[in-house]
Nanobody
Framework: QVQLVESGGGLVQAGGSLRLSCAAS????????ASWFRQAPGKEREFVAA????????NYADSVKGRFTISRDNAKNTVYLQMNSLKPEDTAVYYC?????????????????WGQGTQVTVSS
C-alpha cells in the first residue's frame, strides 16, 4: 500500500501563492505517476497536474497551465504543487493521488491511492 499525506493548504487572497506538499510512504517504488486533483463544492473531482515519478515529465490542466508547477523530490518521496496567481475559482479541496503504470492519468478512477485532501480558499 501507499500512504499519502497532504499539507500546505489555507486561505489566500487572489493573486497570491501557496505550495502544497504530498508526502508518500509505504510501497513508493510502485508509484508511476503522482498527481493533484481538486474538487469544488457541488462539482466533480478534476485533474490539475501530474508528474512521472521517475522521469519527472509533467502534464497540466489548461486552467492552471502557466500558474501552477508540479515537482517531486524523490529522496523525500514528496510531491509539490506550487500555485501562483491564484484565482477565486481555484478554491477547492486539493487531493494528492498516486497510481502504478497503465491507464490514463486524467481520471480519478485510475488512481488507487489518495490523500485526505487539503482545503485551498482564494478570496477575491
Amino acid at each position: 500500500q501507499v500512504q499519502l499525506v497532504e499539507s500546505g493548504g489555507g486561505l489566500v487572497q487572489a493573486g497570491g501563492s501557496l505550495r502544497l506538499s504530498c508526502a508518500a510512504s509505504g510501497r513508493t517504488f510502485s508509484i508511476y505517476t503522482a498527481s493533484w486533483f481538486r474538487q469544488a463544492p457541488g462539482k466533480e473531482r478534476e485533474f490539475v497536474a501530474a508528474i512521472r515519478w521517475s522521469e519527472g515529465n509533467t502534464n497540466y490542466a489548461d486552467s492552471v497551465k502557466g500558474r501552477f508547477t508540479i515537482s517531486r523530490d524523490n529522496a523525500k518521496n514528496t510531491v509539490y504543487l506550487q500555485m501562483n496567481s491564484l484565482k477565486p475559482e481555484d478554491t477547492a479541496v486539493y487531493y494528492c493521488a498516486a497510481k502504478p503504470t497503465g491507464g490514463t492519468k486524467y481520471y480519478p478512477s485510475q488512481y488507487p491511492h489518495w490523500g485526505q485532501g487539503t482545503q485551498v480558499t482564494v478570496s477575491s
